[in-house]
């Protein structure tokens, strides 16, 4: 079956979800990851309106209207699925307990800030949970593409927007590449089919290390 960039992307973004693993998916991008993990992976996807045990997304005709996750997206609960309050929602990542977030971004600093909450003069409900994720789980993916939509990098030397977190960033997926930050340093790891390293340095507004006999195709 042929992938597009960002079906190749959330599909390898899903290929780092580890077997047993507690894992919070943010809005957009992230949410769609369920799509591409194996049927009966046995992973907690935790939401943080407060469920455990989310099974992935159904369509408006399928859905129970009483499931949502954070974003407002029916999902389907697997077998012992919790249900619970904010409270402890945010006491699951305030405390630590989540191996994995993986969320969107405005954009990354190479020294892993993140910005993703809010641009300058555009509307925005509010930083929501990101902050206290970005800050609390185990490890921080993200998942974007590599230019927004005016084609202007968001993986930048320094954020220009406001952040959600400090150093908090360490993997990037785009539909261009994956990148590692490492001891503040942005590493090039895998590049997608049919993009060169020229292509991802090109688009990028932060120096890359690569070692181009290590980088591997997506």
């Not at 992938?3 to 190749?8: Q, V």
């Not at 927004?148 to 990098?153: C, Q």
Request: proline share 3%; with cysteine; charged share 25%.
């Amino acid at each position: 079956m042929y992938l597009n960039a960002k079906e190749r992307m959330l599909k390898r973004a899903a290929m780092d979800i580890k077997k047993n693993q507690i894992v919070n998916l943010g809005m957009g991008y992230p949410t769609k990851i369920t799509k591409y993990l194996e049927k009966d992976f046995p992973v907690c996807l935790h939401s943080e309106n407060g469920i455990s045990g989310v099974g992935g997304q159904v369509d408006f005709e399928d859905a129970d209207r009483n499931l949502i996750d954070a974003g407002g997206t029916y999902i389907r609960p697997i077998l012992g699925a919790a249900y619970f309050d904010s409270s402890v929602s945010f006491s699951i990542v305030r405390s630590g307990r989540l191996d994995l977030t993986i969320l969107g971004a405005f954009q990354v600093a190479a020294n892993g800030d993140l910005a993703n909450w809010m641009i300058s003069g555009s509307f925005t409900p509010g930083a929501g949970g990101a902050i206290e994720l970005a800050q609390k789980a185990c490890k921080v993916h993200i998942i974007s593409t590599h230019l927004d939509k005016k084609g202007r990098p968001k993986i930048m030397e320094k954020c220009t927007l406001p952040l959600t977190a400090k150093k908090c960033v360490n993997r990037i997926y785009t539909d261009m590449a994956v990148l590692d930050i490492i001891d503040e340093e942005l590493h090039l790891i895998e590049i997608a089919e049919e993009v060169s390293i020229s292509d991802v340095i090109n688009a990028t507004d932060a120096k890359i290390i690569c070692q181009d006999h290590d980088i591997k195709t997506f």
